[in-house]
Nanobody, 126 residues
Framework: EVQPVESGGGSVQAGGSLRLSCVVP?????????MGWFRQAPGKGREGVAL???????VYTGSVKGRFTISKDNPKNTLYLQMDSLKPEDTAMYYC???????????????????WGQGTQVTVSS
């Protein structure tokens, strides 16, 4: 299976927007398996940002609710993260993660995801 490939990161001023894209493994989309976005800021551990479950349900971490939107385009096997009203504290490396190994309850448990991208940097200046 192809590894996820992220794109769309960059530098933006506070209040601006970015849209991240990630081409995920075909099996993840076809079987409607869990996929999501995680991020890691300098000096911190990797944390969950947004999840998209098998029933199309979405979950967001509290700090991004109302500002970020996760979505997918099935024919393109692509996962998106629309990020609006960006804040300096959103600065991090953003990773796309997908599960290819079977249907499980989608959660923030990073061990559930067996396919990870290399990451794309998002920098928000004040």
């Amino acid at each position: 299976e192809v590894q996820p490939v992220e794109s769309g990161g960059g530098s933006v001023q506070a209040g601006g927007s970015l849209r991240l894209s990630c081409v995920v493994p075909e099996v993840t989309v076809r079987r409607e398996l869990c996929m999501g976005w995680f991020r890691q800021a300098p000096g911190k551990g990797r944390e969950g940002v947004a999840l998209l479950g098998s029933n199309g349900g979405t979950v967001y971490t509290g700090s991004v609710k109302g500002r970020f939107t996760i979505s997918k385009d099935n024919p393109k096997n692509t996962l998106y993260l629309q990020m609006d009203s960006l804040k300096p504290e959103d600065t991090a490396m953003y990773y796309c993660a997908a599960r290819t190994g079977g249907l499980v309850f989608c959660s923030w448990d990073q061990s559930l995801f067996d396919s990870w991208g290399q990451g794309t940097q998002v920098t928000v200046s004040s």
